[in-house]
Every structure is written in C-alpha cells, then in structure tokens.
C-alpha cells in the first residue's frame, strides 16, 4: 500500500516540486503582506471599535431613556377620555 519513496519523488519532481530546497531571503518578500495584515487587521478593529464606543457615548438620544416606561404595550397608547355621563 505504501509507494516506494523513489518513485514518490521522481513523480513530485516531474511535477515540479524540489524537495530539498526551501524558502530562501528572495522569496521571504511573500510574507510581507501576510505580516501586514496581521499587524492592521488588530488595529483596525480596535479603532473601529472604539470609534463606535465613543460616538454611541456622546451621541446618545437621552429622551429615550427619561421617558416614563410603559407598564404593558397596550397603555403606550392614550385612551380617549370618557364622557361623564352616559347616555343609555
């Protein structure tokens, strides 16, 4: 079940696949956008975080807040006022 590791390598070698050569300093230009991204990526959600954080803090409507809470949905509505006298 195992291929014979000869074969294995000439077939990655038709391929053109070099098994014993690795990244050398021509090729180490690959990871700088991989670094950037790692480096921007933290800080660019901190900024946006903190951005949000802040405009939801001095922006807030407080008019919401202060008004009165409703005790059921039903009373967030004004009933009309009712005659005093009834007619029957």
């Known amino acids: 079940m195992t ?12 391929l053109g696949a070099d098994l014993g050569e690795g990244l050398d ?6 990871f700088g956008p991989l670094l950037a991204i790692m480096v921007a990526m933290p800080l660019a959600i901190i900024a946006l975080t ?13 008019t919401m807040v202060q008004r009165p809470s409703a005790d059921t949905f039903a009373s ?9 006298t009834f007619i029957r």
């Not at 967030?76 to 005093?84: A, L, S, T």
């Open 3 to 14: 291929a014979n590791p000869q074969r294995r390598d000439s077939e990655l070698a038709d």
């Open 25 to 30: 300093r021509s090729e180490l230009w690959l």
């Open 50 to 62: 903190s951005a949000g954080l802040w405009f939801a803090a001095t922006h807030a409507d407080l």
């Open 76 to 84: 967030r509505w004004v009933e009309p006022p009712k005659p005093e």
